[in-house]
């Protein structure tokens, strides 16, 4: 039986990282057992609810989120493990979310009024800053798409940020109750409630044809549903996705099968993609 260390809060104040690790049968002791082998710095947290063969990873104080990411995912590739990361959100120890930094920088650009909570999307992550820029470079060279997607939206940002940019009408979806209360309260509060609509949605439960597509994802649920997502945007639309490393885009762009890579952006490792859905 695994046994789960007590939680403590990091007094630091920094970000703490939560990793989701899907596993294969009876590979969820092993894999942990390698990550301390490795003397990877997480602990394991229990989840009400979750697939034993399911891992919430969670950074210790002080670590280094990218650099842990980085651990994991090289842990993951170096051995034939039937294991993926699903998930990953960024949880800040004081409960009080990051409002500096790009953070700051697009509530200011934007004119936007928001509320962060435990969820990736608050603009403080490498993904949020690399997909967010590529929607602005868009949105400078073409015509606002008529409809948008944004799959995972976490608060809500990217959304928010397309409806400030001109796009039409725009449905934000997660499967987390509370990121759609939490992006339904910053449409209230931006009173962009005609153009953005939140709903709790799974992936195959969307339904649609969109112009531009936005995908800030973990890079494990852009391959297995890759297929599906470049299906969702509309031939001759624009795909862009986040939320993958450089060592992952070989299987992300062969998983968006009829997507031409059109640019790339990279921070630190981490890599956001711009595509076009082939007519």
Same mark, same amino acid.
């Given at each position: 039986?695994?046994?789960?260390?007590?939680?403590?809060?990091?007094?630091?104040?920094?970000?703490?990282?939560?990793?989701?690790?899907?596993?294969?049968?009876?590979?969820?002791?092993?894999?942990?057992?390698?990550?301390?082998?490795?003397?990877?710095?997480?602990?394991?947290?229990?989840?009400?609810?979750?697939?034993?063969?399911?891992?919430?990873?969670?950074?210790?104080?002080?670590?280094?989120?990218?650099?842990?990411?980085?651990?994991?995912?090289?842990?993951?590739?170096?051995?034939?493990?039937?294991?993926?990361?699903?998930?990953?959100?960024?949880?800040?120890?004081?409960?009080?979310?990051?409002?500096?930094?790009?953070?700051?920088?697009?509530?200011?650009?934007?004119?936007?009024?928001?509320?962060?909570?435990?969820?990736?999307?608050?603009?403080?992550?490498?993904?949020?800053?690399?997909?967010?820029?590529?929607?602005?470079?868009?949105?400078?060279?073409?015509?606002?798409?008529?409809?948008? #997607? &944004? $799959?995972?939206?976490?608060? +809500?940002?990217? /959304? !928010? *940020?397309? %409806?400030?940019?001109? @796009? =039409?009408?725009?449905?934000?979806?997660?499967?987390?109750?509370?990121?759609?209360?939490?992006?339904?309260?910053?449409?209230?509060?931006?009173?962009?409630?005609?153009?953005?609509?939140?709903?709790? #949605? &799974? $992936?195959?439960?969307?339904? +649609?044809?969109? /112009? !531009? *597509?936005? %995908?800030?994802?973990? @890079? =494990?649920?852009?391959?297995?549903?890759?297929?599906?997502?470049?299906?969702?945007?509309?031939?001759?639309?624009?795909?862009?996705?986040?939320?993958?490393?450089?060592?992952?885009?070989?299987?992300? #762009?062969?998983?968006?099968?009829?997507?031409?890579?059109?640019?790339?952006?990279?921070?630190?490792?981490?890599?956001?993609?711009?595509?076009?859905?082939?007519?």
């Amino acid at each position: 039986m695994i046994q789960l260390p007590e939680f403590v809060p990091d007094p630091s104040g920094r970000w703490r990282l939560l990793v989701h690790v899907r596993c294969g049968d009876g590979m969820a002791a092993a894999f942990l057992a390698a990550c301390r082998q490795e003397r990877i710095p997480v602990d394991l947290l229990p989840v009400t609810g979750q697939n034993p063969e399911s891992l919430q990873l969670l950074s210790r104080p002080e670590t280094d989120c990218d650099r842990l990411l980085l651990d994991i995912s090289a842990l993951l590739a170096g051995k034939g493990w039937d294991c993926d990361i699903v998930e990953t959100r960024l949880l800040p120890a004081t409960g009080k979310p990051d409002e500096q930094g790009t953070a700051g920088e697009i509530r200011e650009r934007y004119g936007l009024d928001l509320a962060f909570a435990s969820f990736f999307g608050s603009g403080g992550h490498p993904s949020t800053r690399l997909i967010a820029a590529l929607l602005a470079e868009v949105m400078r060279v073409a015509s606002p798409p008529a409809t948008v #997607l &944004d $799959l995972g939206c976490g608060s +809500g940002i990217l /959304a !928010l *940020v397309a %409806a400030r940019l001109g @796009a =039409g009408r725009i449905l934000a979806v997660d499967v987390d109750p509370g990121a759609v209360d939490l992006a339904r309260g910053n449409v209230r509060r931006n009173r962009l409630g005609g153009i953005v609509a939140v709903e709790c #949605l &799974d $992936l195959g439960a969307v339904t +649609g044809s969109f /112009a !531009l *597509v936005l %995908a800030n994802l973990p @890079a =494990g649920v852009l391959v297995r549903h890759g297929g599906r997502i470049a299906g969702l945007t509309a031939p001759g639309g624009r795909l862009l996705v986040s939320g993958l490393m450089t060592g992952q885009r070989a299987g992300v #762009l062969a998983a968006l099968a009829g997507c031409r890579l059109e640019e790339e952006r990279n921070e630190g490792g981490w890599l956001a993609l711009s595509l076009i859905r082939e007519e």
